[in-house]
């Protein structure tokens, strides 16, 4: 995959890991092993483009639909998708939640340790205005079969509150160090309420996969 030189993205260890094929390397293993011809993926952060572009080139999805809430990394991501002739992809900046509203999305250096959360220690971070989706409604238009996640920590709030039943498979990269045991349980009870179950082998660390059947 292509990814243009742009150095306020493409800086630091992105740039050494994707050098050495080696970026985001747990959650390519998942998804080229759950990923099927026809799927459509819905993507909740969208990052660099890393994802949704390799789900489109090495698999004949149907689309994938990313929500970003960097509004810095849109364009970016529409490069990479350009870049690597992806067509069937659609990028928003937005988050998704039980209702329709705004979020304060706090911005840091570099750009993917963004988060909708202060970090400790900090004071007043530059934050940006986020639009939050209803979730329902966007599964409602999209009827995404497969879910990609890495969402930094808000995986324990978000993923109980959406509409998980009518999903095949589910990626997600959870933060133990962030949630801690009862944020993995809650996460991992919300996939068992909708039908999905752990799939060890997809699994890896804190990458954790799901399907309805293996």
Not at 71 to 86: F, Q, T
Request: include cysteine; charge should be neutral; proline fraction near 6%.
């Amino acid at each position: 995959m292509r990814f243009p030189n742009n150095p306020d993205v493409i800086k630091g260890r992105v740039r050494i890991l994707l050098r050495q094929n080696a970026y985001e390397e747990k959650e390519t293993n998942a998804a080229l092993r759950v990923v099927r011809e026809g799927d459509v993926v819905i993507e909740l952060g969208g990052g660099i483009g890393y994802m949704s572009t390799l789900v489109a080139t090495k698999r004949a999805i149907k689309s994938v639909h990313s929500f970003e809430a960097n509004p810095h990394l849109i364009p970016y991501i529409r490069e990479v998708h350009a870049a690597n002739g992806v067509t069937n992809a659609e990028v928003t900046n937005a988050i998704l939640g039980p209702r329709k509203g705004s979020a304060d999305f706090y911005v840091r250096d570099p750009m993917l340790g963004s988060s909708l959360e202060v970090l400790e220690g900090e004071v007043d971070p530059p934050s940006v205005k986020v639009d939050v989706l209803n979730a329902e409604g966007v599964f409602k238009d999209i009827r995404p079969n497969v879910l990609i996640c890495d969402i930094e920590g808000a995986e324990v709030d978000l993923i109980p509150q959406l509409p998980l039943k009518g999903l095949r498979a589910a990626i997600i990269e959870t933060h133990p160090q962030w949630i801690g045991p009862a944020g993995i349980n809650k996460v991992m009870q919300a996939f068992m309420d909708a039908g999905l179950a752990y799939y060890h082998r997809g699994s890896q660390g804190k990458v954790l996969c799901f399907r309805t059947d293996w």
